[in-house]
């Protein structure tokens, strides 16, 4: 098993920055990808970004330029920095840890960009 604890949301103003952090429970990293996902009233979940288990990372094209996902393996922590944000980024960002049929998600931070 795997927890995942958000952190970091808030309200923020247009063009204002936000950084999101995912604590892991043990040290999964190595062998997990980690994503960050969102979900905005009425709308599915969608991916945000990604970073694989040997490093490499995707952005979804909405994002690309604006946010960054990083981590720290000696605080089993995930980040997800996002400047420049926009009104509709507003959504419940998730943690999410996969590795073949385990999957993992944590209980979600509420970001709201608004003037």
């Known amino acids: 098993q795997v927890q995942l604890v958000e952190s970091g949301g808030g309200l923020v103003q247009p063009g204002g920055s936000l950084r999101l952090s995912c604590a892991a429970s043990?040290?999964?990293?190595?062998?997990?990808?980690m994503g960050w996902y969102r979900q905005a009233p009425g709308k599915q979940r969608e991916l945000v970004a990604a970073?694989?288990?040997?490093?490499?990372?995707n952005y979804a094209d909405s994002v690309k330029g604006r946010f960054t996902i990083s981590r720290d393996n000696a605080k089993n922590t995930v980040y997800l920095q996002m400047n420049s944000l926009k009104p509709e980024d507003t959504a419940v960002y998730y943690c999410?840890?996969?590795?073949?049929?385990?999957?993992?998600w944590g209980q979600g931070t509420q970001v709201t960009v608004s003037s």
């Open positions: 043990r040290s999964i990293f190595s062998i997990y990808a």
């Open positions: 999410n840890a996969r590795r073949f049929t385990s999957n993992y």
């Open positions: 970073i694989l288990s040997g490093g490499s990372t």
